[in-house]
């Protein structure tokens, strides 16, 4: 297992960002109706880059994590199922806690989703 590498994504990650997303956000919540299309994301995206959200990969070969950040608030944090117990999304969080160093955080779950509860 090799460490991944956290960073702020670039406009030229936008496509394998959206499509990591997409996919980790199918794969994460087999519970809820799909509030967002495939085709919405995009559109999701760029409303959540306009209102401030910063954007946050983490790399291997490919994208193996994600989240969104704005005023203390951790959102949207996805990890691809391959990488998941391998310190990957709690590197993510240790990333954002290090680079903001904000007085308090806000992290949002819904109760079924269980690996993310244990992560957090």
Known sequence: MNEAIYRLAQPEDRASLL??????????FPYIRRRHPRE????FYDTWVDKGN???????ESIVSMC????GHIQHLYVSKS????GVGSGMIRYIINLYRAPLYY??????NTEAIRLY
């Open 54 to 60: 910063q954007f946050y990969v983490g790399m291997r």
């Open 83 to 86: 990488c998941q117990g391998q």
């Open 68 to 71: 969104a950040y704005k005023d």
């Open 19 to 28: 499509e990591f997303w997409i996919d980790a956000y199918t794969d994460s």
């Open 107 to 112: 992290l949002y779950v819904f109760r079924k």
């Open 40 to 43: 919405g994301f995009s559109d």
